[in-house]
């Protein structure tokens, strides 16, 4: 019931987002609720409220259609009979959920195919192609999974459709840097990955694009990118932001015709007759060139030398090296860490370059670097669920720290909802993934139904709490607390995990301790005393494990 509702939460196509169908039914705007959620509504309930009590209604009809077996033949009679006082317009909840229950759910039940057509693809047999994507973010047709998946023609990156979604992002972004700053950033670092340009079909490109002040053109009616044209400044009103972008190794082995893309747009951006106050490309470019050749180097390579701005590890590599530091121990402060991550990002990409390790170039960016971005493209992860959000975002943080003597803003955007784009800062998006999913009791309950590897997932989620706080420090003290009250103080849980996997609650102890001998942690005495005592512990059965296993 839970992916059904999930996969219907923004529209597919044409058929409306469940919710909103659910608000029409009840007789509400559902775009002006959403758009003003602090506003009072009638009953002097606020938006906040409403958009809540429509996830309730919303998550009891599909408890109920589940009750019926999903044969539901009138749907009309249905939304009546199981939604009090819809005074509104029902006609499109009952399309949203006809589609559910024909389309989705039939798909969600093929979901199996996928270990067949594994077995298949094992013995050489013909596995089925579909699209590639992600299904909650308006893509619900693309299951059934199993699928020898196709992603994206890497041609037509960024889609008119991206482009949109791209300058909502950018101008949020700017905004809230506005807001908290009070003036426009000059320059600005983002994290790119290749599935999520793959997912999104190059959200994060038309941001960029977008940022410094350029747009795609594409070809007659096709798809196909065939260009790029400045937009003008009377257009933009505002600076062309200088943008620095970090891409995975994935996205240089997959979309070389992108890295080309950007570029050409800052050259394009550099080569403008515009004031720089303006024009921080061209200033930034400008100021550079003249610093090389005073040092010796001929004008044409100098021009060369400050226009590249897209970095990434070694050719053939793949990854940041903070994981692998910080798993050593081998580190005493954050600038170690900002050190490592600049070793195996500082290699150049562009037009005329691939791969040519740049620490002087790549450090020379991240000294002017004021911002931090890093994108989320579904609600299906967050930012603590893999290590590679503080290997990439948590490492870059940490240089620009490093190399320009200030804190960064750090931000995240999220496109879960492609029409509701939304930015938040570092702190906040840590404190909702925190309360939202790491200390609430329903995601470890959750885990318990997975045995091993389900205790395993909490130790690996703590090891990434940990990676985030060495590199940006955004974890505070109540955290610490909380997570140490809620894995291993609550007695079910800490038994739990020494039954399935002992490993893990030595692993997450271990980490815990290292957090408050580090400082990292300011912990309260009897915290840390519980925490050594059960260290102790955790190291006696562990010995006693491995003795009983030699005697076996």
Known sequence: TNMLRQLVRIKNGEVMSINQGV??????????????????????ATGHMLIES?????????????????????????????????????????????????????????????????????????????????PTRGNALILP???????????????????????????????????????????????LYSGDQMKTNGDDIAEILCLMGVRPLWLGNTSRVSGLEVISLEELSRPRIDVTCRISGLFRDTFPNLIEMLDDAVNMVAALEEPNDKNYIRKHVQEE???????????????????LRVFGCPPGTYGGGVDILIDSK???????????????????????????????LYTRRLSKTEVT???????????????????????????????????????????????????????????????????????????????????QDVSYTLDN???????????????YEEMSAHFLFDDENRKWMDEVNPHATHHIVERLLEAAQRGMWDAKKETLKRLRQLFLECEGNLEGLESRKGNA
Not at 63 to 84: K, N
Not at 164 to 190: C, F, T, W
Request: proline share 4%; charged share 30%.
């Open 330 to 360: 081998k580190w005493e402060t954050d600038e170690d860490l900002a050190d490592i991550s600049v070793n195996w990002s500082s290699h150049a990409y562009g037009n005329n370059v691939h791969g040519e390790k740049r620490p002087d």
């Open 373 to 455: 971005v890093k994108n989320e493209i579904s609600i299906e992860s967050d930012i603590y669920d893999i290590d590679d959000e503080f290997i990439y975002h948590g490492g870059m943080r940490a240089a620009v720290k490093k190399h320009s003597g200030k804190t960064p803003r750090s931000y995240y955007g999220n496109s879960a909802d492609p029409e509701r784009t939304r930015i938040a800062d570092i702190r906040e998006e840590t404190a909702r993934v925190v309360r939202a999913r790491i200390i609430n009791p329903r995601w470890i309950e959750g885990l318990k139904r997975h045995g091993f590897k389900g205790a």
């Open 465 to 479: 709490v940990f990676g985030w706080d060495a590199t940006a420090d955004v974890i505070e003290d109540w955290m």
């Open 23 to 44: 608000a029409e039914a009840l007789g509400y705007n559902y775009d002006e609720v959403v758009d003003r959620p602090d506003d009072k509504y009638e009953g002097g």
């Open 145 to 191: 999974s199993g699928r020898n998946f196709y992603a994206v023609d890497p041609a037509t990156l960024p889609t008119r459709a991206s482009w949109d979604v791209g300058k909502r992002m950018a101008n949020d972004l700017l905004k809230r840097h506005l807001d908290d700053e009070g003036k426009y950033p000059e320059s600005i670092a983002i994290v």
């Open 54 to 134: 429509w996830t309730e209604t919303a998550k009891k009809l599909v408890e109920q259609l589940h009750r019926h077996d999903y044969q539901v033949h009138d749907f009309a009679r249905f939304v009546s009979h199981h939604m009090e006082g819809s005074t509104g317009n029902p006609d499109n909840l009952k399309k949203t959920l006809q589609f559910m229950v024909r389309e989705v759910k039939c798909r969600i039940d093929r979901l199996t195919e996928e270990l067949d057509v594994a077995i298949r693809g094992c013995f050489g047999h013909f596995v089925p192609p579909g699209p590639g994507g992600c």
């Open 289 to 307: 060139t003249e610093a090389w050749m005073a040092k010796g180097i001929c004008k044409e390579v100098a021009e060369q030398e400050s226009t």
